[in-house]
């Protein structure tokens, strides 16, 4: 592909598979193509890794972390679950959102809570709300032991954000699933893997072995839960697409 751009005349043209598209560069769909292709470089030189949330590394693209606020200040969760924990920065952040809200806890996942984490993360001043368990997100015993932290009545969001090939994330699918309440939703974070794939960084198999991947199989077989991206609260512009490092992502129970 072939991207133009003409600042005297503000046109863009793009050219691909030997046909050629020209529009105005200051219309919605010059804006997505260009921001297609910034979310990749940006993520090939790790723009995301330049980010923390309240001293904790968050490894989010900022715009994620703001649409996902939206969605729990909507939903308005008794628990937020995350599989994948790294530094905390997610975990803290949620933890934020939950106390400004006056209620809630966090409860995250990971195969290895690496030990100067755990400290950060323990001595932080949101720890009171958030639980963390060490082990596969996928292990039965792991899944038990977070379902035991929900009581009869909350409301339940699930982020699944550690190992980001189909497999895994489909079985993460099949396994939290039923924790999700009706309205709320779960998360496959990271499917931009589909299109990274010919970027520097990425790997060749991504194109296929992704969470949209998993996604797509889960809801083949699942009739609880429809693809949609949560509606914008607020919007004054003609866009109606994220600009995500998580496309395909919400599930969201019927």
Request: hydrophobic share 35%; charged share 25%.
């Amino acid at each position: 592909m072939k991207i133009t751009f003409d600042t005297e005349t503000n046109k863009l043209t793009q050219e691909e598979n030997g046909t050629s598209k020209t529009m105005d560069l200051y219309s919605d769909e010059a804006f997505e193509i260009i921001s297609h292709h910034w979310v990749k470089t940006g993520w090939n030189q790790k723009y995301p890794y330049s980010f923390s949330w309240m001293g904790r590394p968050v490894i989010q693209l900022p715009e994620d972390m703001i649409r996902i606020q939206e969605v729990i200040y909507n939903v308005k969760p008794d628990v937020v679950i995350e599989t994948g924990i790294a530094h905390g920065g997610s975990l803290i952040y949620y933890a934020s959102i939950l106390k400004a809200m006056g209620k809630g806890k966090v409860v995250g996942i990971d195969i290895d809570i690496r030990e100067h984490n755990r400290k950060e993360i323990e001595a932080h001043e949101l720890y009171s709300y958030i639980t963390m368990y060490e082990g596969s997100s996928i292990d039965p015993e792991i899944v038990e032991k977070v379902r035991s932290e929900i009581k009869p009545g909350d409301k339940v969001l699930v982020l699944l954000d550690s190992n980001h090939l189909k497999g895994h994330v489909y079985e993460e699918l099949k396994a939290y699933n039923s924790m999700v309440t009706p309205g709320s939703y779960i998360v496959a974070t990271d499917g931009l893997m589909e299109y990274v794939y010919d970027v520097p960084r990425g790997t060749d198999s991504w194109k296929q072995d992704n969470p949209v991947e998993a996604v797509n199989d889960f809801l083949k077989e699942s009739d609880d839960f429809v693809l949609e991206q949560p509606a914008w609260p607020f919007n004054e512009s003609t866009l109606t697409k994220n600009i995500t490092h998580w496309p395909s992502a919400y599930l969201k129970r019927k």
